[in-house]
């Protein structure tokens, strides 16, 4: 099993930035991939960026050139550096990871608790 921890978050101004934090615990035999998704009221959850094992990243269009995403294979964490906030960016950001828990064993999602971010003057 997996447990995510995110940290961070909170309220942040438009144009400006911050930054989340999720860290792993468990055991797995490999991670798959690490990303962000966030959840806006009324809207569904929808993937911000992964960070795939191998180097690969991926983003929404809509944080393009804003938010970076990166990891900590040695402490098993992943960050969501954001900057350039937009009130549009206010939503419940998910840390997630996909993992093969065993050897013989297939692939599964695994959610954070979910941490408040907030974009506002």
């Known amino acids: 099993q997996v447990q995510l921890m995110e940290t961070g978050g909170g309220l942040g101004q438009p144009g400006g930035s911050l930054r989340l934090s999720c860290a792993a615990s468990g055991s797995w035999s490999r991670i798959n991939a690490m990303g962000w998704y966030r959840q806006a009221p009324g809207k569904e959850r929808e993937l911000v960026a992964t960070?795939?094992?191998?180097?690969?990243?991926n983003y929404v269009d809509s944080v393009k050139g804003r938010f970076t995403i990166s990891s900590d294979n040695a402490k098993n964490m992943v960050y969501l550096q954001m900057n350039s906030l937009k009130p549009e960016d206010t939503a419940v950001y998910y840390c997630?990871?996909?993992?093969?828990?065993?050897?013989?064993?297939?692939?599964?999602?695994?959610w954070g608790q979910g941490t408040q971010v907030t974009v506002s003057a």
């Open positions: 960070s795939i094992s191998g180097g690969n990243t």
């Open positions: 997630n990871c996909n993992a093969k828990i065993s050897r013989f064993s297939g692939n599964y999602d695994y």
